[in-house]
Nanobody, 123 residues
Framework: QVQLVESGGGLVQAGGSLRLSCAAS????????VGWFRQAPGKEREFVSA????????YYADSVKGRFTISRDNRKNMSYLQMNSLKYEDTAVYYC????????????????WGQGTQVTVSS
């Protein structure tokens, strides 16, 4: 089982940057793929990015490709989402999620979730 805690959200102007962190408990974090998702008010939770358990494979939603970078440090049980060139439409609560095995873009396939961190981008 994995417990996840996100941090790093905040208020930033359009064009700015934020780095989100996801701290995981448990000694088997390195066997879990990690996904980042976001949910804006009134909208469904959507996929943002994912990384394989070993960190060698990453995947991004088209809306963030070229602006966001996902990474992980299995020695520290951490995953990160570097967000650059932020846009107003990136405003949302951001969640990290984990699952044993391959990463996925599907919200429903991840059993473990953090509580979320708010990102607000002012235009």
């Amino acid at each position: 089982q994995v417990q996840l805690v996100e941090s790093g959200g905040g208020l930033v102007q359009a064009g700015g940057s934020l780095r989100l962190s996801c701290a995981a408990s448990g000694r088997t974090f390195s066997s879990y793929a990690v996904g980042w998702f976001r949910q804006a008010p009134g909208k469904e939770r959507e996929f943002v990015s994912a990384i394989s358990s070993g960190g060698g494979v990453t995947y991004y939603a088209d809306s963030v490709k070229g602006r966001f970078t996902i990474s992980r440090d299995n020695r520290k049980n951490m995953s990160y989402l570097q967000m650059n060139s932020l846009k107003y439409e990136d405003t949302a609560v951001y969640y990290c999620a984990a699952r044993s095995g391959a990463y996925s873009v599907s919200v429903n396939i991840y059993p473990y979730w953090g509580q979320g961190t708010q990102v607000t981008v002012s235009s």
